[in-house]
């Protein structure tokens, strides 16, 4: 494994921390890994077909956050899985749903350059202006 600047940029660092994941370069299938992958895993290390099973499958709340309160879109938007995007914008995620600090799937891809990402959920978003006395919907 190459070694990271001190400049490394956040996917790069994530990206280093899922090295046994991802099989250090090849994606991994599931029977490789020998444990079942939740929904947050599979978008996190962009398993699309265990993805799908779960967007088939309906018994599952697709916008349920995990215990650091992120949701699958929220993963797959930050590092930038597009297919598991489409795959969950077509399923009727909500895209509006923040993490603990405020950030919004749009947010998270944005600050990680995933623009075509960011174009999909630019779709479904809704731009907030705080204000003092609240927040407001700006568009759509």
Known sequence: MSELSDEASEPELLNCSLS???GLGTQVSREELDVPLDLHTAASIGQYEVVKE??????LDLNKKNGGGWTPLMYASYIGHDTI????????????VP????????????????????????????????????SSCLWP
């Open 20 to 22: 046994m994941w991802h």
């Open 54 to 59: 779960c967007v088939q499958r309906r018994e």
């Open 85 to 96: 995007v489409h795959l969950l914008l077509e399923a009727g995620v909500s895209v509006n």
């Open 99 to 134: 993490t603990p600090e405020g950030q919004t799937p749009l947010m998270l891809a944005s600050s990680c350059g995933n623009e075509s990402i960011a174009y999909f959920l630019l779709q479904g978003a809704c731009v907030w202006i705080h204000s003092f006395d609240g």
